[in-house]
């Protein structure tokens, strides 16, 4: 820069107050101009000084992120680094950067350089698990990412399973470009549980409830759809098996249950129903032991009070039922025995009957309320029966004899107006004649009439009475029993079935007229005989007496026969 003129012109190509770098040492001369037109020079010079030659190292051209890297400059006195670093002082770039050093000599002359600083980012590691716990004995796969290799502690090679023994950290060194980090899992071992598996009961009944539980864990699933702890009811004999989880890690245990089938009791008794005082022997069936209500024994007999229910639990394998069985007691009827007479005649009818039942059997083959002769005196037993049960009564019958009671009557024919008889011929004596036309001890044909009369002779002795009959016939014939002057007459037999013979001693002097009449002079039969012998058949008439009557010119006889 010139001074003190108003104007300037510099050689060597200078302009006033502009800056130029001059190649070498030089004196400048400036020919400076005032308003006058006038001029003047002055001069300068310039010494240039040789530039040092300046150098930029580092320690490391190629860094990881978080490295340290030295950066030194050579080839002058003093050194000034852009970026803030200190020349021979380790630090860490963050970033890849192009570092440049001023180096300065002792002239004052200053240079630079320049390095570059590669920052490679470190990677980003990740450690993984195949499964962040595992159960005892089971595998796990550690994965390194991030990087392109990768090396585990613990002996562990990335992406190959092994089987743990214990929990623990693995660390994972991933390395890309050269450039390494770490990352870090745990892999928790938990140990396989001892699970137990066990019944409320380990044999039931059928339909009874059983309950399972599972021990040594913390969670359990059953199989068959049972659920830990909840009571139900298994249909058969079967084996349960749990599954017990800690940890997220199982075992399994089995328990196995017995159904046993309860056993179809039967009760039975020896008889349903009982007579008051009888016994009766309950019996079970269909089980091994049994027990019965109301203090009763299995199999042994007893005496039941009154009709009752009675209950058998069966027992078999532990497992029960029941089964009922009714007895009904039967009141002993309390039986009476009576007779229509407690003393009757020989020959006479009694009337045997029990009260108190429902059914009476007697003794000696009588029959209830129905008359019947006993032969003596005789004590008879009644057994009455209701609803099975029976008891008996006896009554005592006397039979007292009858007295032999004949009757001979002073005759057997009577003409119709031959006047009264006089009855006779009754034995014992005292006895009481009767019969048609009978007044007292006198016979009157008349009432009665032709025919028959059955004249009964009734005599009593020790309460009893009997009696004895005889017939007397009522003819309108006087003299029939007289001598007949038809002499040597025979008529036998007779009485007779119907057939008879008429027999002549001797043959007669004529014919012989033959009427056979009835009793009351009916004429039923009429011949003539011529020989001495006549066969005679009445078996068409009625049974009765009859009169045969034989003329042969003045002579005359009558004969009486009875056809039975």
Request: proline residues 4%; charged residues 5%.
């Amino acid at each position: 820069t010139g001074g003190g003129a108003a104007t300037y012109a510099w050689s060597g190509g200078v302009t006033d107050g502009t800056a130029f770098a001059p190649n070498a040492t030089d004196t400048y001369t400036v020919t400076g101009t005032d308003g006058n037109g006038c001029s003047a020079t002055a001069s300068v010079t310039v010494i240039v000084n040789t530039a040092p030659t300046v150098t930029a190292t580092a320690s490391d051209a190629e860094i990881c992120a978080g490295e340290q890297v030295t950066l030194t400059g050579g080839g002058a006195a003093t050194y000034a680094w852009s970026g803030g670093v200190t020349d021979g002082v380790a630090f860490a770039p963050n970033a890849t950067d192009t570092y440049t050093v001023t180096g300065s000599d002792g002239n004052g002359c200053s240079a630079t350089a320049s390095v570059s600083v590669t920052v490679n980012a470190s990677p980003a590691v990740t450690a993984n698990t195949s499964a962040s716990s595992v159960c005892a004995g089971e595998q796990v796969t550690l994965t390194g990412g991030g990087a392109t290799t990768y090396a585990w502690s613990g002996g562990v090679t990335d992406g190959v399973g092994f089987t743990p023994n214990a929990t623990d950290t693995y660390t994972v060194t991933g390395t890309d470009n050269g450039c390494s980090a770490t990352a870090s899992v745990t892999v928790t071992v938990n140990p396989i549980p001892t699970v137990t598996a066990s019944a409320s009961a380990s044999s039931v009944c059928a339909g009874e409830q059983v309950t399972l539980t599972g021990g040594g864990a913390i969670t359990y699933a059953w199989s068959g759809g049972v659920t830990d702890g909840v009571a139900f009811t298994p249909n058969a004999t079967d084996t349960y098996t749990v599954t017990g989880t800690s940890n997220g890690c199982s075992a399994t245990a089995t328990v196995t249950v017995t159904v046993n089938a309860a056993p179809a009791v039967t009760a039975n008794a020896s008889a349903s129903s009982v007579c008051a005082g009888g016994q009766v022997t309950l019996t079970g069936g269909g089980a091994t032991t049994y027990a019965w209500s109301g203090g009763v024994t299995d199999g042994v007999a007893f005496t039941p009070n009154a009709t009752d229910t009675y209950t058998v639990t069966g027992t078999s394998n532990g497992c029960s039922a029941t089964a009922t069985v009714t007895v009904t007691v039967n009141p002993v009827p309390t039986v009476t025995a009576t007779a229509s007479a407690s003393a009757i005649c020989a020959g006479d009818q009694v009337t045997l009957t029990g009260g108190g039942a429902t059914t009476y059997a007697w003794s000696g083959g009588v029959t209830d309320g129905v008359a019947f002769t006993p032969n003596a005196t005789d004590t008879y037993t009644v057994t009455g029966t209701s609803n099975g049960c029976s008891a008996t009564a006896t009554v005592t019958v006397t039979v007292n004899a009858a007295p032999t009671v004949t009757l001979t009557l002073p005759t057997d024919t009577a003409e119709l107006n031959g006047g009264t008889i006089t009855l006779s011929g009754g034995s014992p004596a005292g006895g009481v004649y009767s019969g048609t036309g009978v007044t007292g001890t006198t016979f009157n044909p008349t009432v009665n009439g032709l025919g028959t009369v059955t004249i009964t002779y009734t005599a009593s002795a020790n309460g009893c009475s009997a009696s004895a009959t005889g017939t007397i016939t009522v003819v309108n014939t006087v003299g029939i029993a007289s001598v007949s002057a038809l002499s040597g007459v025979q008529i036998f037999p007779n009485p007779t079935q119907g057939q008879f013979v008429i027999s002549l001693v001797a043959p007669a002097d004529k014919e012989v007229n033959v009427e056979i009449t009835d009793a009351t002079g009916k004429l039923v039969n009429a011949f003539v005989m011529t020989r001495q012998i006549q066969d005679v058949n009445i078996d068409t008439y009625a049974a009765g007496v009859y009169f045969v009557r034989l003329a042969s010119g003045d002579s005359r006889s009558t004969h009486r026969i009875i056809k039975q």
